[in-house]
Each structure stands twice: as C-alpha cells, then as structure tokens.
C-alpha cells in the first residue's frame, strides 16, 4: 500500500485551469483517469487525510504511486480526452458499463449499389443507416417479414445474390413477391435504390404519408374495378399497421428522443436508455456497474453519455436527450453532444406530462434490472470465491489464484501445431491477455517439448519486464552498489512468431526492433505473473512447464495440470494426483479454464490449416500480389483454365505484362495440379471450384466449439 504524500505534487505545481489527470500504479499502469474545471483544487481533494476520503477513493490513492495530467483550453477539450483516455487505457478504478450482450439493430446497406436489409451488431459502418437497437433478433426480423410485402427489398446475402444473376433464377422471396429481384433485372439499381429510401422513411416515423398515399391508391383501383390489385392495397395497408402497432405511440408530438434513468445503491449503478423515434420506442438498452469511485448520480449520467454517444455522429445523436439528473457542470457535456450531432442538442430533465410519465417507466425498469443483476451477482461471488479458495486448498497456495493462466498444445497429425494461452481473472474470463503460440522450435508432435517451449517463451517475456523496470537491481535502483542486470536464461536473439488476439505477431527479441517498448500506461502482454499456472495434460505436461520455469529462476508461480480422462489435478514432482470432488466449485472453475483453453487452441490451429489448404498456385508467383490474382481468376474462371492459357492469353488481363505472365505460366507449369475432388456420396468427380467462390471462414476466437462436434477426430486433432 503506497503513502499518496510520497507521490503527492507541489501546490505551485499543478496548473489552476482544466485538463484530464491519470493515476499510475507501481508497474506504470494506468488506474483512474479524470477531468476537472480547475486541476489544482481537484488534485487537492485526493491529497488529503485518509480517514476523509471516500473508502473506493482511499482504496485508488492508496495502489497509485504516481499521478500526472494534461492541460486543454475548454472543459469540452477535457470531457473529449477523458473519453479517449478511458477507452485507451481501460482504468479499473473507472466506472465502465458492462453491456451484457451485443444489441442487434437493423441495417439498411445504403453504401451499396442494390442496399440490402438485415440485422447487424458492433461496431458502426459508414454508409450504413440504422435503426434500433432491438432487444431481441426474432423482433427485427417479424417487423421486416411484414414490411417486405410493402418494400420488397433485397434482403439476400452477396453470395445468394451473385449465384442468382448467374443462374438468372431469383431466390423464393423473388417468386413469392417480397423481393423485387433486382439481382434478375426485374428492376433497375436506381429504382431498387428509392424502394430501399422509402423504407428507411418508413422505418424513421415517416409512416402517416405512405399510408395516406396507399389508402388513395386502393379507393382509386376500387373505383375502376380492378378489385384484386385494390385487395393487394389493402392487405399492405394492414401489414403496414401491424408493423406500427409492434412499436405504440408514446409520445404524441413525434418526439427523438432518448431517456436516460439510473437506479443506484452504494456499491453498484443500472442505467436503462429507452430510444424513442417519431414519437414510439424503438429500442431499449441497459448497463451495470460497479462504483469503483465515489460519484454521484450526475457523474454516473455523464459517464452513461459518453459510453452511449462517444462513437456517435449525426442522426444517431438525437435533439433531445432526457435524464434523471444533469452532470455538473453541464454546458461542456450539452456543447459535446451539440458537436456529435452538428445540430443543437436539448439537454434537460422532464418536469410534466408524457415525457415525465414515461421517464417513470424508464426508472422502473433501471430498478428491476438493478435487482436482477444484484441477485445474480451475488451468487455469482460467493460461487467464485468458493471456487479459488477450493482450489488453494487443494494446490497447497498460501493464497486464492486471482489470476490464472491456462496452456494447451493443438495439431492435427503434427502439422500447424500451435499453443494457446488464457487468463482468468477472479474466476472470470480477461479476454484481451488471450494469446496464441506457432511452436516453431522444433517439427512433429511432441506435446511435452511444445509446453516447454510455451512456457518459457511466455515467462521469458515477463523476466524481460522486470529487467527493464529494474525490479532485480538491489541495494537501490541506480545506485552505485546496485548489482548488474541478471542474465535471463535461454534467452534468443532469433525471433519466434508469437501472435496475441486481434494484434501483430510479436518476437522473443529482448532488444533492438523487437524490444519492448516504453510504458504508456496500457497493459502489457506478458508483464503481469499468474498465481497459478494450469496445463491441459498430465503428468508429463506438468514437468514440462515446471522445468521451464526452473531453468528461468522462477520460484513463486505455481503449476498444476489437468487430464481430461479422468479429470485429475497433477502437481510437479508428485506420484498420484489430486482428486477434487465432482461436486466442488474448484473443480468445476478448473475445467472451464481447461475447456477455454482448448477452444482457443484448437481455433487457431483450424485457421491455419484452413489458410494452408486454400493455398493457391498463384501465391508463389513472385511479385503477384492479391489484386492481380483475383483479376486472373475472374478473367479465367479457374486455375485449371489458367494453366492451360497460352503467354499471349494471360497478358489480355489488365495489369499482366508479358515478363509477369512468363513468370506466371512457368509456376503454374511446376506446380503438379491438385488432384480431382470427389464426391464421396455419389463417386461424382468435381470440377475446379473457382478461386473467386466464397471462402469458408475459419471459427471465430469468440465462438465456443459445440461440445458434440467431431472436431475432425478422424485426423487425431488435439
């Protein structure tokens, strides 16, 4: 526990005007970042005698050891950064909004040339307009069912859509009326272009025109007899109602708007946002959490805007926002929403009528939430704690494993053999330290040697850390009589490829290109030990990483392995394992660790192996890069027809000069051509599948592998 007074600034030194201030932990880390009007009197307030603070405050103050700030010219300039900052660095001690699930909304492809309908998640596209977000995805789809008939427009994917301009067959919406298959020429791309326009008009509460419009076209074909086409007017009409009926008026002056209500106890915070479009809510959202600082219910709004609007522009910023207290101050956060949507936005509390009756539904619905998650979590807790302290008393720890780290070796027949690395945070999945290994050691399938190479890559790095940072030297950090860097053992100046998720391959290098770089306060890759280290295997697998950790000089870690057949705990150096309970909690955390680290593994391996069999000819044509490729195949159809074209066919692509189709046509002459495919089912041979046809995409880091899945046994994969 730091003193705050041995980090504690100068008076004089902290500038009197506005900027953002971040708290830094011993390892550099940022742990809080905050804004202020005045940085000098809000600095002030941390420094002062504990007993004063806030306990959440006092617990910050007290892990910090540094703190530094930035000064801006406005107050709005300090909400911008606090916002960035917050996202950048992720500071525990900051209130973050755990958002349970990814909202679908519907997207309207306007971007494209025949837009296309269809649910979407995450993150924004340009080009793209929305509406939502939707609880439920069954809730999008019957509202587009219904308006099909009305707005028949593409809702196909880009695959079913080429297959049908190539067959010039559209799909069954096409034949029953709910698509007007443009991908067949039954209407122009400008036409189909306005179809998908009225419905984006439809869907944003520009509903009384339309109808009014088709209730005067059904009464027209009534009045000249035509009777069916009258009939067809009216069953649209009666779509069209029942699709608004899904979404009731609650607000009768066409309001946007959205409403904002929290629901609080000391130590957690639910906020529920109600969107409300042309007057009907047309989606509802809440967040959870924890007040890991002392704040009030107007910070706790100011938060719950920049979490909701931060990545928002135009439209989706509405003219008013409605909420149960306003931040303080408020013009800077009034003025940043302004400049989100580049129109005035009302920023206010509803005093009367609807919109403080439906502010009151919103409230009551932040408090249900609030008691749900307060319920679930409490079981969550006590589950989890009981799980750590079984599985400290089981391994011998002095303490609970707060931090756990799992390892897994995958191959198929020894090919692709890849490593995964997980972590688990107080019994819960951290999943931005996930990382992943190519074994590049050594050839074949040997699962012991792989472990060992992963483990002493992986704590390699973390004694590259401590070196840096100055952890070993003794006697004082810099002083005279501090002893020399310790030599870290088995360390290469080769790079092995070692790739973490979502990020670029990273190397084993300790210095020079591949060194680590200076601390800027976002977390490292491999900076932080585990207190327990798990191994998918048994007793081999254990030793394995055990004497990696040996010969590193790493004593404090401890190591422990679970096998699958009978779900045994091994412990290095000992005869018989360690048998927990099929009933325990320890046991059970265990093997949702064991379990995470396989489906990590085994869908990295499967993604290589998958890049390996789509491999082309083409790809080792020196100088050929991906454009040029893709304008051979759609030029030739295949690279069977490739192959057989002469030097002067290949140079009619654009872009393929005869030098390159030499080049071209000798590769393709070496390479042996891959033998036919065959269906297994009816002994049919198969011709070529084209290049340009869609790739099958390799399982997703986030996507569990179904447990009944033969995860392609019959080539042993492991």
């Known amino acids: 526990m730091a003193d705050p007074s041995s980090y504690r600034p100068r008076p004089g030194d902290v500038p009197d005007c506005p900027g953002v201030y971040k708290f830094r932990d011993e390892h550099r880390r940022v742990i809080y970042v905050g804004k202020a009007k005045s940085l000098r009197q809000r600095l002030a307030n941390y420094f002062q005698d504990l007993a004063n603070l806030h306990p959440r405050t006092r617990s910050m103050v007290t892990t910090a050891a540094s703190v530094e700030w930035t000064v801006v010219s406005t107050e709005v300039e300090a909400l911008q950064l606090e916002y960035s900052w917050i996202k950048e660095f992720d500071p525990r001690f900051n209130v973050k909004y755990r958002d349970d699930k990814s909202y679908p909304y519907l997207a309207v492809t306007m971007n494209e040339q025949f837009p296309r309908v269809q649910v979407m998640r995450g993150h924004k596209k340009k080009g793209v307009r929305y509406f939502g977000p939707y609880a439920h995805a069954w809730a999008i789809r019957d509202t587009v069912d219904l308006l099909l008939r009305v707005f028949p427009v593409r809702t196909c994917s880009a695959g079913v859509f080429k297959n049908a301009a190539r067959t010039d067959r559209p799909c069954l919406l096409g034949y029953i009326g709910k698509c007007s298959a443009p991908c067949v020429g039954r209407i122009s791309a400008e036409d189909h272009w306005d179809l998908a326009d009225e419905f984006c008009d439809f869907m944003a509460g520009r509903t009384g025109t339309y109808l009014r419009r088709l209730e005067k076209q059904m009464t027209e074909a009534a009045e000249e007899l035509e009777y069916e086409r009258a009939a067809r007017l009216r069953d649209d009409i009666e779509a069209l109602k029942k699709a608004m009926e899904k979404n009731a008026v609650v607000l009768a002056d066409a309001t946007d708007a959205d409403l904002i209500a929290v629901a609080e106890d000391e130590l957690e915070a639910a906020v529920q946002i109600f969107h409300v479009r042309g007057g009907r809510v047309r989606g509802q959202r809440g967040w959870v959490t924890d007040k890991v600082e002392e704040i009030t219910t107007g910070a706790l709004v100011e938060h719950a805007l920049q979490q909701l609007y931060g990545e928002e522009t135009g439209d989706a910023v509405p003219r008013e926002v409605l909420v149960p207290a306003l931040p303080d101050p408020v013009d800077p956060v009034q003025q940043w929403l302004t400049e989100r949507r580049g129109s005035g936005v009302s920023l206010r509390i509803p005093q009367r009528g609807d919109k403080k009756a439906l502010m009151e539904t919103v409230q009551r619905n932040a408090q249900q939430t609030l008691m749900l998650h307060k319920t679930k979590r409490a079981s969550d807790l006590t589950t989890r ?13 002095d303490s609970a494993p707060l931090r756990i780290e799992c390892y897994d070796i995958s191959h198929l027949q020894g090919e692709d053999v890849v490593a995964s690395m997980v972590v688990f945070e107080d019994g819960l999945q951290r999943k931005s330290e996930y990382r992943r290994f190519q074994i590049k050691g050594f050839a074949g399938q040997d699962d012991v040697r792989s472990m060992h190479e992963v483990i002493t890559r992986r704590f390699r790095r973390y004694l590259a850390e401590k070196e840096r940072t100055g952890e070993w030297a003794e006697d004082g950090a810099g002083g005279t009589d501090a002893e020399p860097a310790r030599t870290i053992p088995g360390t290469r100046t080769t790079p092995g490829t070692l790739t973490g998720t979502g990020t670029p391959a990273q190397t084993d290098v300790l210095d020079g290109p591949g060194a680590l770089t200076e601390d800027d306060g976002r977390p490292k890759r491999f900076a932080y030990p585990p207190q327990l280290v798990v191994v998918d295997g048994g007793k081999p697998q254990v030793a394995a990483a ?6 590193l000089g790493i004593d404090d870690i401890a190591v422990c392995g679970l096998a699958k057949r009978l779900e045994e705990v091994w412990l290095p150096g000992e005869d018989d394992p360690v048998v927990l309970p099929r009933t325990s909690e320890g046991l059970y ?3 949702r660790v064991r379990d995470e680290a396989h489906r990590f593994a085994i869908t990295y391996q499967r993604s290589k192996r998958a890049k390996r069999i789509r491999s082309s000819p083409l790809d080792d044509v020196p100088g050929l890069g991906a454009t040029r490729k893709q304008a051979l195949i759609k030029h030739f159809g295949s690279v069977k027809k490739l192959r057989s074209a002469t030097i002067d066919q290949i140079c009619e692509v654009p872009g393929i000069g005869r030098k390159t189709a030499e ?27 084209e290049d340009g046809a869609p790739e099958t995409t390799a399982d997703a880091p986030g996507e569990p592998v179904p447990t009944g899945a033969p995860d392609e046994r019959r080539g042993q994969e492991t």
């Open 385 to 397: 704690s009981r799980a750590l302290e079984e599985i400290a008393d089981a391994l011998g720890l």
């Open 546 to 551: 055990q004497r990696a950790l040996d010969e």
């Open 589 to 591: 955390l265990l093997q």
């Open 663 to 689: 080049t071209i046509a000798a590769a393709l002459a070496q390479a042996a051509p891959a033998a036919p495919a065959v269906n297994t089912a009816t002994g049919e041979i198969m011709d070529d599948v």
